[in-house]
Structures are given as C-alpha cells and as structure tokens.
Nanobody
Framework: QVQLVESGGGLVQAGGSLTLSCAAS????????MGWYRQAPGKQRELVAS???????NYANSVKGRFTISRDNAKNTVYLQMNSLKPEDTADYYC?????????WGQGTQVTVSS
C-alpha cells in the first residue's frame, strides 16, 4: 500500500514563501511522476507542477517563475518551493504519485495567502 504524507502548509502574507513536502512510502515503481495539485473552494482541482523520476518538470502557467518543484528519489519525497505567493494561490494542495495505471493522493495541506 502506498501512502503520501504532506507537510508545510499554513498561513502566509502575500509576497511570502512556503515550502511543501510530500513523502511517499510503500512499494513504489522507480519510474514515476510526482506532482502537486490544488483545489480552491468552488473550483476544480488543477495541476500546479509535476516532476518525473528523471527530473523532467511541468508547471501551470499561473505559477511559472514563482514555484519550483524538486524531488529526492532516494527518499521518495517531492517538494514545492512557493515564492511570491498571491491570494489566488490560496487552496488545498494535494500531492500525487502515479505510474502506469496507478494513481495515489495525499490527504491535502491547506495554504492560505492573506492580502
């Protein structure tokens, strides 16, 4: 059974920074993609950023230049460094791990950016 445990959410003022972490445990295929999604109240869940086990990255246009995703394959951990945060970044952030037809989600961590 694969488990994803997120940490690092919280309340921050606009312009501030936060770093989210997500540690995966269990039987994990070495070739995979880890990512962060977010869901604001009343909106659909959207991709924020993803990174493959080969370190290929993908970002939503809204966070390019402000957020950086990285991973530590030895620890099965993915990070999301969020800088220059805006009130519109306020959402629940979810970690995702997937390979082939397997798709796993964390429990979510709340990020609130005050103006």
């Amino acid at each position: 059974q694969v488990q994803l445990v997120e940490s690092g959410g919280g309340l921050v003022q606009a312009g501030g920074s936060l770093t989210l972490s997500c540690a995966a445990s269990g039987t994990i295929f070495s070739i995979n993609v880890m990512g962060w999604y977010r869901q604001a109240p009343g909106k659909q869940r959207e991709l924020v950023a993803s990174i493959s086990s080969g370190n290929s990255t993908n970002y939503a246009n809204s966070v390019k230049g402000r957020f950086t995703i990285s991973r530590d394959n030895a620890k099965n951990t993915v990070y999301l460094q969020m800088n220059s945060l805006k009130p519109e970044d306020t959402a629940d952030y979810y970690c995702n791990l997937n390979w082939w037809a397997r798709n796993y989600w964390g429990q979510g961590t709340q990020v609130t950016v005050s103006s």
